[in-house]
């Protein structure tokens, strides 16, 4: 696998709580020389990202991140600000107390509420594997398929674990086939990039694959 078809399935992600204007422009200029996929950043920095780069590149955010328990009506908020702001990808943290209660509805009805604010702007939906058990996995591989998302993502990076190759293998095996899948957390070298994208995930969320690959 050459460099440029890794760093095609890219999201180039700097999500720290201290990120400067400065570290987001080096971001999004390593994004646009190096054509990843999407650069990941915070809500706040979608507006300015999108006035100074527009359609250069493309602009992902994170919803109810990292811990996903905000009120549905929160994150219905943040997406539309986002959205409007310039944001063509939005990767949302579901509920995970709702998971742990087996109020699967409510995961459901929430992240197609979301879906539906996307359109056919991209959904990818986080579902923090680490606090998870294989049922709660599978159970929720059938609910984003349900609800419309168009990928299914591992972790926030600010869990317990990052991504791990059992759970791509597993989504495989249970989301439908218009679903797709991003891996994020802890993926950090050549070896790891190259073993999830072939294990099946179509993007892989880092802040390492630029500085590996360039």
């Known amino acids: 696998m050459t460099d440029q078809e890794i760093l095609s399935r890219i999201d180039h992600t700097l999500l720290k709580a201290t990120a400067s204007w400065q570290e987001i422009k080096i971001?999004?200029?390593?994004?646009?020389?190096?054509?990843t996929a999407a650069v990941c950043i915070p809500p706040s920095y979608v507006q300015p990202v999108y006035a100074e780069y527009g359609k250069d590149m493309v602009i992902c955010t994170v919803i109810g991140f990292p811990l996903g328990y905000s009120a549905t009506a929160a994150k219905v908020t943040e997406t539309e600000h986002a959205l409007k702001d310039g944001a063509a990808e939005i990767d949302m943290v579901i509920n995970i107390g709702d998971v742990k209660n087996s109020h699967f509805d409510s995961v459901h009805d929430e992240i197609k509420t979301i879906k539906t604010l996307c359109g056919e702007k991209i959904l990818?939906?986080?579902?923090?594997?680490?606090?998870?058990?294989?049922?709660?996995?599978?159970?929720?591989?059938?609910i984003v398929t349900a609800a419309?998302?168009?990928?299914?993502?591992?972790?926030t990076g600010f869990g317990t674990a990052g991504a791990a190759i059992s759970d791509i293998t597993l989504?495989?095996?249970?989301?439908?086939?218009?679903?797709?899948?991003?891996?994020?957390?802890?993926?950090?070298?050549?070896?790891?990039?190259?073993?999830?994208i072939g294990a099946g995930a179509d993007r892989i969320g880092t802040s390492s694959a630029v500085k590996l690959l360039a």
């Open 148 to 155: 419309g998302a168009d990928f299914i993502k591992t972790s």
């Open 124 to 142: 990818k939906v986080i579902i923090e594997t680490c606090y998870l058990s294989e049922e709660e996995k599978i159970r929720l591989c059938g």
């Open 171 to 196: 989504f495989r095996q249970h989301i439908g086939p218009h679903v797709k899948i991003k891996a994020a957390g802890g993926i950090k070298t050549r070896e790891d990039l190259e073993a999830f």
């Open 27 to 35: 971001l999004c200029d390593e994004a646009v020389f190096y054509k």
